[in-house]
């Protein structure tokens, strides 16, 4: 007689930690992350340079008027500039890894002068709010990510407790016998 055995689905129990589903890797979330930065750069951009008057909600917010138009164009290129660099780097990380540092400093520098001018007074809180809230957003989840894919670090055996160390004699059948060294010795 030939027993039938049906071939089942994995079971939540077989999935890792219980749990069933879709897995998202830290590649995965690094690639959308990417995405999600080189269309908020394009938007910035193209706001900046055809939009002067509804940039408030931009990088540029702040810079109205006279030379702040300008300045605002010409930010607004090199964010056009940075945009596709951010979707190549979502496209094909590994082969651009090199440049990977980009969006962590990108967005780091936003942070650190958009911080530095609403606080000393240079740019109103309200024109540098939505700027420094999204920059501080994605360097966070960057660097989550960025922690979150790194493989873990190997745990260091600890020695059973009262087991004395290697270096000691120890007794094996009621007999001393010294413990042998287990590295290789220079020489």
């Keep these: 007689m030939v027993s039938e055995e049906r071939a089942t689905p ?5 999935a890792p930690h219980g749990r069933s ?9 690094l690639r959308l992350l990417l995405a999600l930065l080189a269309f908020w750069t394009a ?14 909600a931009t990088i540029g917010g702040g810079l109205e008027g006279g030379q702040g138009e300008a300045a605002q164009r010409l930010l607004g290129v090199h964010l056009l500039v940075l945009a596709p660099l951010y979707a190549l780097l979502a496209w094909e990380p590994v082969r651009f890894r090199l ?21 000393t007074g240079d740019r109103d809180f309200t024109d540098g709010a939505l700027p420094l ?29 009262g087991a004395p160390p290697p270096e ?6 009621g007999e001393w016998k010294e413990v042998e060294d287990t590295e290789e010795k220079p020489g």
Excluded: C, H, K
Excluded at 43 to 56: H, I, K
Excluded at 141 to 150: H, I
């Design 168 to 173: 000691e004699e120890a007794a094996v059948d």
């Design 99 to 119: 440049l990977m540092w980009v969006p962590y400093v990108a967005q780091g520098g936003v942070v650190a002068v958009t911080a530095f001018d609403i606080i």
């Design 10 to 14: 994995a079971s939540a129990a077989e």
């Design 133 to 161: 809230i999204v920059a501080a957003t994605f360097l966070v989840l960057l660097l989550y990510v960025w922690r979150a894919a790194r493989p873990p670090e190997p745990a260091i055996p600890s020695p059973a407790i």
């Design 21 to 29: 589903g879709a897995v998202l890797s830290a590649q995965g979330l």
């Design 43 to 56: 938007f910035s951009g193209l706001a900046l340079v055809f939009f002067q008057s509804g940039s408030a």
